[in-house]
């Protein structure tokens, strides 16, 4: 038996490196922000290959070429998420006419909306083009417009890579100040302008239900709208709260970890309650409207699940590495460049690792209402996050833990009960305005929680560390996690 489990550990190594090799290929491109030319990309490869072909019956020396290959092919992926034409003759140049469709939802904000257009075929060298306008006249996912503006490149600014924050969604253009005309609609996925429309009805709902700013912070919690929440928003991120009316896995994963204590209160089995959860997921995804980022969120959450469902990390740890490589697959950029996904990933990890070692921590806590689970959850992605956070945003909150404590607990009741009153309003109007009204008074709750602690002048602090400080601080903590783990896994072998 111990001979079987030394083979599988040993694969578990082999694949785990296999993946690290192709995302470090990531990394090292991002950070060096590499252009070579896909010649060398190419030369690279088949002298690897050949390599490959000649050495294969040896073990050690094919081990090590299959690594560099990874690698190489990780590095080639970050290059193709650029475009291959440069459109530098369209920059700087006099006012153009473009044609294209909103292909992806958009960004309604209190001072405008942003829009994305995916570039006719007459100008598909131009790629994607980014845009902000006005409220109103509002352009839906699918419209066909006409811009007449200049292109420019997105740049940098000191603090903000705004161009790679574009490049994320495919965008390397920008069009200041259009004249847009609609042209015509029904452009692109069905599926999607579907979903799209069914999150209008219900937003619209949502306001007829409840007054700004309550409005916005239910649509928030349902499908992670953020547009309308004002100073909120502030207070919000002073008292490190922000991921409640974002969809992360730092959101999904705490609700679901919250959920699995409810089911096992009530006493659903566990294996159901998993299945059960694991679907509600899946249909939340849905109903956000399964952008990148939501359908990210939702992986993460499930991998929560599949942590606690199959009890052993070093499997769920497999899959969760295997995510990263899906996603890196899918867009290289996110992993340097995308906040979202790293705060994702991290804390879906201190979830994962930190959950079983800190849990006797809080053996006095109270388990009603899954108060422990809570505490648990809420304190082990706060330590996991919490160096990217001063690295990436520069903001210490020091209330942090204790206003997750105090509001988390809830959200999943007021969650429901927005839920109930939307669909009942659209059966018996009054009924669901009872049943809003109860939640109204959870929303006022957690808005008087976050005001009072956000009003302290201590509550939060500016604390920028640097890059090496970061990687010092999660090298220390992996070392704390190795250490328990190894710890634990002799009192278990009674050594």
């Not at 509002?138 to 490149?153: A, I, M, N, S």
């Not at 899959?319 to 995308?338: G, S």
């Not at 920028?464 to 903590?477: A, C, E, R």
Request: net charge positive; charged share 15%.
């Amino acid at each position: 038996m111990e001979g079987i489990q030394n083979i599988i550990n040993s694969k578990s190594r082999t694949f785990l490196t296999f993946c690290f090799s192709f995302l470090l290929g990531i990394i090292l491109a991002s950070l060096l922000e590499l252009k070579i030319d896909f010649v060398f990309l190419y030369l690279a490869l088949f002298v690897f290959i050949s390599f490959l072909v000649i050495y294969w019956k040896n073990k050690k020396v094919r081990f090590i070429l299959v690594c560099i290959l990874l690698f190489v092919f990780g590095v080639g992926r970050y290059l193709i998420s650029f475009p291959l034409h440069a459109t530098e003759t369209h920059l700087g140049a006099s006012v153009q006419e473009i044609e294209g469709y909103i292909s992806a939802e958009p960004d309604v904000r209190l001072d405008g909306v942003r829009y994305i257009v995916e570039t006719s075929l007459g100008a598909s060298d131009v790629g994607k083009i980014y845009f902000k306008s006005g409220l109103y006249p509002r352009y839906d996912y699918g419209d066909k417009l006409k811009l007449k503006c200049k292109l420019e490149k997105p740049e940098p600014t000191d603090d903000f890579r705004y161009d790679m924050y574009l490049a994320r969604y495919g965008v390397f253009n920008i069009c200041q100040r259009p004249k847009v005309e609609k042209v015509g609609e029904g452009e692109g996925s069905k599926i999607l302008a579907g979903i799209f429309s069914l999150k209008q009805v219900v937003a619209n709902r949502i306001n007829k239900l409840w007054h700004e700013p309550n409005a916005s912070f239910m649509a928030g919690l349902l499908y992670g709208y953020r547009g309308g929440l004002g100073e909120l928003n502030e207070l919000f991120s002073r008292t490190g709260v922000t991921h409640i009316v974002a969809i992360s896995g730092y959101n999904i994963t705490i609700i679901a970890s919250i959920l699995i204590a409810v089911c096992v209160g009530l006493y659903i089995p566990r294996k159901k309650a998993f299945w059960i959860i694991t679907a509600g997921i899946i249909l939340f995804v849905l109903f956000a409207g399964a952008s990148a980022s939501v359908v990210r969120a939702g992986i993460m959450g499930i991998i929560v699940l599949l942590a606690k469902q199959v009890g052993r990390s070093s499997q769920v740890g497999n899959v969760l590495v295997l995510t990263a490589v899906v996603m890196a697959l899918q867009n290289p950029l996110v992993l340097m460049w995308d906040a979202g996904f790293q705060l994702s990933f991290i804390s879906t990890c201190g979830l994962v690792y930190l959950t079983p070692l800190i849990q006797n921590w809080f053996k006095k806590a109270p388990e009603v209402l899954g108060i422990r689970e809570s505490l648990i959850s809420t304190f082990a992605a706060i330590i996991a996050t919490l160096p990217l956070i001063l690295f990436q945003f520069g903001r210490l909150s020091i209330v942090a833990p204790i206003v997750n404590v105090l509001i988390l607990w809830i959200i999943p009741a007021i969650m429901m009960l927005g839920f109930v009153a939307v669909v009942l309003s659209f059966v018996i109007f009054p009924l669901g305005e009872v049943v809003a009204w109860i939640a109204w008074v959870g929303l006022q709750y957690i808005t008087k929680v976050v005001e009072f602690f956000a009003s302290l002048k201590w509550a939060a602090v500016d604390l920028m560390i640097p890059w090496w400080g970061m990687v010092l601080l999660y090298i220390l903590l992996i070392y704390f996690i190795l250490r328990n783990e190894n710890k634990n896994f002799k009192l278990k072998r009674g050594l």
